[in-house]
């Protein structure tokens, strides 16, 4: 019976986790501009090598870089190359993510059946 509890709790927090990701794959989503020719304002940014990782709470505001600084202008096939990037690995997250769903609803179905056959 404690394994079960266990369980349920591990679940409870899988579901937290899950639901806290989804939020933040959903802020990102509202976050970015459909628009890629608003990309040709903002500075390049190198993308890290493992597109894996997600990354959340950046937040950029083109509006305080001056061109004064001398920045070079981004080519804009790039950003849109780095955009399309960034929305499969959203696309991947948010599959991932509803499987890992529907695995542990599974599971708790099976852990209940489990449980109630050996009762």
């Keep these: 019976m404690e394994w079960l509890r266990q369980q349920e709790e591990h679940l409870h927090q899988e579901r937290l986790s899950l639901s806290h990701q989804r939020r933040q794959l959903e802020q990102l989503r509202m976050e970015l501009p459909s628009n890629p020719l608003v990309f040709q304002n903002m500075?390049?940014?190198?993308?890290?090598?493992?597109?894996?990782?997600?990354?959340?709470?950046?937040?950029?505001?083109?509006?305080?870089?001056?061109?004064?600084?001398g920045l070079p202008r981004p080519d804009p096939a790039d950003l849109c190359a780095k955009l399309v990037l960034h929305k499969i690995t959203a696309e991947r997250d948010h599959d991932f993510l509803e499987e890992e769903q529907f695995f542990l609803e599974t599971l708790k179905r099976t852990s209940y059946k489990t449980s109630f056959q050996s009762a």
Excluded at 44 to 57: A, E, M
């Design 43 to 69: 500075p390049q940014v190198p993308l890290s090598g493992t597109p894996d990782k997600l990354i959340s709470n950046v937040h950029f505001n083109p509006g305080n870089i001056r061109a004064s600084q």
